[in-house]
């Protein structure tokens, strides 16, 4: 059992051997008698154990019956048999907060050695899930895998040198740190642009805004959304294509999921065949247009640049400018989105709604055409970096996804 790819000083060492977990960690399983501890602990798939409460933005247990609930210490692991898109088969993450209490659900182990990092590592990858596909159980909750305990704990894990293992987990985590530096020079470009545009947009209750390029002094217009723009629902009861309808090159269509950053992510979005098209009578997108998330993650928008021809799902609605400038016009429909959301949602809804009339009726504020250029290109220069920035972490991602399928033995393949 061999990884593809080795650090030279550990060339000629040998293959890897196969370790069940029960003989390097131990389950931990001390219950909270008299609700000692009550800061309770989830594992979520995208950011690994966090306070229940900052997760959900509420307290799910109830606090004074946390008696069944385990204790677990900094440096403990914790399964979450929970599956989604992004856990498959549930994830296991490190506990690197403090301690607390996690729910009875959840499976809690230790390692015997404080310097498992390399595990950490290997339990982001997804070479553990074929074993535990294989020992769940198959009647269970479509939503959460069914496992013994003692079985999670019998999971085959690779097993070297500590040295070797060091080495690998030092390796990955320094692309974390990485990663994470450039996530924050992201997260700082965006608060910039949200600062800039507070600046550059009139305020609530202001007909100027407080920054002008030089040059230009004639006041600002306010006039509803639909008289500068078309608007296009999206086809009802149309939420995705058929099988049948689907095509590896055709012509997008688009979801709210499809969203990212003021562009459509045409990597996760379905491409529909010509036929599918033409039969679709609701919007058709083209190049120039603004889609625009009326449920859901409302105000959720991007400007159509990259491609010219598609159509949208019915929780999106089609922006087409008309005698305004369309970047700025996206540029103002990404300011004060919290403040529209709560001016236009249609109420008594059981969840926030908004619809092409309503958004319609919507003030936006309008200079003459030249200052909307400045405006526009000057924050879609913003935009630019940021995109940049997004893909920089996208390829740093890639990367280390490479690294681990090389640095880490598969023992599936052994298996096989």
């Known amino acids: 059992m061999l990884p593809r790819l080795r ?193 550059l947009f009139p305020a609530e209750g202001k007909t100027v805004p407080e920054w002008r390029f030089p040059g230009f002094a004639d006041a600002w217009e306010q006039r509803e959304l639909g008289d500068h723009c078309d608007m296009f629902n999206g086809d009802r009861g149309i939420h995705y294509p058929n099988a049948d309808d689907i095509v590896t090159e055709g012509i997008p269509f688009i979801n709210a999921g499809d969203l990212q950053d003021g562009k459509v992510n045409l990597d996760t979005a379905k491409k529909i065949n010509r036929a599918k098209y033409n039969q679709l009578g609701g919007a058709k997108i083209r190049l120039g ?41 996206f540029q103002v429909l990404n300011s004060n989105i919290e403040y529209r959301q709560r001016t236009i949602c249609d109420e008594g809804a059981a969840q926030p709604n908004l619809s092409a009339r309503n958004l319609s009726g919507f003030k936006i504020p309008v200079p003459a055409k030249e200052e909307q250029k400045h405006i526009s290109m000057f924050l879609s220069g913003i935009d630019d970096l940021i995109a940049e920035q997004t893909q920089k972490i996208g390829s740093l991602k890639t990367h280390k996804k490479g690294l681990m399928q090389g640095l880490f033995p598969s023992i599936e393949e052994v298996d096989k």
């Open 289 to 329: 247009d603004i889609v625009y998330c009326l449920r859901g993650t409302l105000g959720k928008n991007a400007f159509i640049d990259n491609f010219d021809e598609g159509t949208v799902a019915s929780s999106l609605v089609v922006i087409r400018p008309n005698g305004i400038d369309g970047r700025y016009l």
């Open 7 to 199: 650090f030279p000083e550990f060339e000629n060492t040998g293959e890897w051997k196969i370790c069940a977990l029960n003989k390097l960690a131990m389950r931990i399983n001390t219950r909270n008698h008299d609700n000692l501890i009550t800061r309770v602990l989830t594992n979520s798939a995208i950011d690994g154990v966090v306070d229940q409460s900052d997760y959900f933005d509420r307290e799910v247990a109830n606090p004074k019956n946390l008696e069944n609930y385990f204790v677990i210490d900094k440096g403990d692991y914790v399964y979450n048999p929970r599956i989604s898109a992004t856990a498959p088969v549930g994830p296991i993450s490190k506990n690197k907060i403090g301690k607390g209490v996690m729910s009875p659900l959840y499976t809690v182990f230790r390692f015997e050695n404080h310097n498992n990092e390399f595990y950490e590592q290997y339990f982001k990858t997804t070479l553990w899930h074929h074993y535990l596909k294989s020992v769940s159980n198959t009647g269970a909750r479509h939503d959460r895998m069914s496992i013994s305990s003692d079985s999670f704990m019998k999971m085959p894990l690779p097993y070297r040198s500590e040295e070797e293992q060091q080495k690998i987990a030092d390796c990955l985590s320094s692309l974390d740190d990485l990663i994470a530096a450039e996530n924050k020079k992201l997260e700082a470009l965006k608060a910039h642009k949200k600062g800039l545009m507070q600046k």
